[in-house]
């Protein structure tokens, strides 16, 4: 792990001491997917994270995991995967694909933990844009977005299939060094990212 790395998990530790970011591996799958499940009026395809894992070079994906050995919810053996975060990147473009968190585990900051290492990452990547898209109506996703600074620029009318729900278009203004080092010293936690 670098250096960086050690101190973007430092920060992020700080939150949910018994949650461990990690990249996503093929064992994590049948957890992964369940979540997507329990989580999404419309789940990806069952094939869609095996894509993303295995063949999309485009695709950064993470879980959280419960660090605390436990025989609930996961196989025999097998950590206890309890969120995911897939992230797209697209030339100088950071998209989140999809963010989840266990219905059991939310509201514990494990949603935040996630971002805040995959918007990292994707700054030391050499992202300077960032954007999602997220139902008019899911306003819990909604005020995640905006403690990291995600505004809305615009939206899909009548994006979703299921409903007709229309799409908002959120992005971060300045995605730079900058938002990233607010990200490491762990002032998110209280606040947005580089609130001054
Ligand atoms: C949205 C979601 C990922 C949040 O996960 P979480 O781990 O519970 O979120 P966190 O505990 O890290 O919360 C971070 C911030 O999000 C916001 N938030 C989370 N849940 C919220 C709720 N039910 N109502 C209002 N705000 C909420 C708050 O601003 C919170 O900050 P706070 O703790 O200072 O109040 C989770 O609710 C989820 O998996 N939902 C279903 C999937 C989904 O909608 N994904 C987003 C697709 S765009």
Redesign the pocket.
């Known amino acids: 792990m670098s250096a960086l790395s050690t101190r973007v998990q430092a920060a992020i530790n700080l939150?949910n001491p018994d949650i461990a970011i990690r990249r996503m591996t093929q064992d994590d799958l049948p957890q992964v997917k369940a979540?997507d499940q329990i989580?999404?009026n419309m789940p990806w395809p069952d094939s869609a994270y095996h894509y993303e894992l295995n063949e999309n070079p485009l695709s950064l994906l993470w879980v959280?995991e419960q660090k605390t050995p436990t025989d609930a919810g996961s196989p025999p053996g097998l950590p206890r995967i309890v969120?995911m975060i897939v992230v797209w990147m697209i030339l100088d473009e950071a998209h989140?694909a999809?963010?989840?968190?266990?219905?059991d585990?939310?509201?514990?900051?494990?949603?935040?933990?996630?971002?805040a290492q995959a918007l990292i990452t994707a700054i030391e990547r050499g992202a300077n844009q960032a954007t999602?898209?997220?139902?008019a109506g899911?306003?819990?996703?909604?005020?995640?977005?905006?403690?990291f600074r995600f505004a809305v620029v615009g939206n899909r009318p009548r994006y979703y299939k299921d409903n007709h729900e229309d799409a908002l278009i959120m992005t971060v203004s300045q995605f730079d060094k900058t938002y990233a080092d607010g990200l490491q010293s762990g002032t998110w936690n209280n606040?947005c990212p580089n609130q001054e």
């Open positions: 939150t979540i989580s999404f959280a969120g989140i999809t963010i989840a968190v266990h219905p585990y939310r509201n514990q900051g494990i949603a935040r933990q996630l971002l999602l898209e997220v139902r899911n306003i819990a996703a909604q005020k995640l977005y905006q403690r606040g």
